[in-house]
């Protein structure tokens, strides 16, 4: 069975950190676009960051430039180190893996496999 599952979320002050985990089982990484997403209730989901385990392409929200950093260590997980942390950065984070998109990668259509995401909060 293909799942995603997210984990690394929690509570955290404003200008604190977390560092959320997307491991895939079921298949692996290589070759997808994986792209981390959130969420607030009543709004729109928003694409965070993506990386592409193609060609090594990473792309960020204007923002969370210059504070959330996107890697990975293998073939099964993806990381997203978030730094610096807002009240605005609360919601559920998704991730997703798909075909990559290039620069039009926040676009939900390129994503086939989601997670069940994870709540952070960041309380000022």
């Given at each position: 069975e293909v799942q995603l599952v997210e984990s690394g979320g929690g509570l955290v002050t404003a200008g604190?950190?977390?560092?959320l985990s997307c491991a895939a089982s079921g298949f692996t990484f290589d070759g997808y676009a994986i792209g981390w997403f959130r969420q607030v209730p009543g709004k729109p989901r928003e694409g965070v960051s993506c990386i592409s385990k193609d060609d090594g392409s990473i792309y960020y929200a204007d923002s969370v430039k210059g504070r959330f950093t996107i890697s990975s260590d293998n073939a099964n997980t993806v990381y997203l180190q978030m730094n610096s942390l807002k009240p605005e950065d609360t919601a559920v984070y998704y991730c997703?893996?798909?075909?990559d998109g290039g620069r039009a990668w926040y676009a939900d259509l390129w994503y086939r496999y989601?997670?069940?995401g994870t709540q952070v909060t960041v309380s000022s």
């Open positions: 604190g950190s977390l560092r997703a893996a798909g075909r989601w997670g069940q």
